[in-house]
Nanobody, 127 residues
Framework: HVQLVESGGGSAQAGGSLSLSCAAS????????SIWFRQAPGKELEGIAA????????LYADSAKGRFTIPYDNAKNTMTLQMNKLKPEDTGMYYC?????????????????????WGQGTQVTVS
């Protein structure tokens, strides 16, 4: 069983930056697909950014492209979401999740049904 713990949420001004981290109880990022979801107030869960087990496999929602990045971590114990040029519409609860199927195979990478393990969420508020 994999446990995921997010940290790093908080408040920021529009145009600012925040970095979120998701620590795994074991080597959860060495295979499959790992993702950050966002639940904005009154909106459905949205896949923001995902990363595969090898360098070079990163996927971003249009809303995140050019602003958010997932640095590749060789140690594969922590997944980070670096958020720059924040906008008020980035406000929401952010969840990390992992699933066994590689990001490039199976259901679309942003489909929540492919992820088995989830963190508890961390709140991000942009004003």
């Amino acid at each position: 069983h994999v446990q995921l713990v997010e940290s790093g949420g908080g408040s920021a001004q529009a145009g600012g930056s925040l970095s979120l981290s998701c620590a795994a109880s074991k080597n959860a990022y060495s295979s499959g697909c790992s993702i950050w979801f966002r639940q904005a107030p009154g909106k459905e869960l949205e896949g923001i950014a995902a990363i595969g087990p090898e360098a070079g496999v990163t996927l971003y929602a249009d809303s995140a492209k050019g602003r958010f990045t997932i640095p590749y971590d060789n140690a594969k114990n922590t997944m980070t979401l670096q958020m720059n040029k924040l906008k008020p519409e980035d406000t929401g609860m952010y969840y990390c999740a992992v699933g066994p199927t590689h990001c490039l195979f199976g259901d679309p990478w942003f489909s929540k049904s492919r992820y088995f393990y989830w963190g508890q969420g961390t709140q991000v508020t942009v004003s």
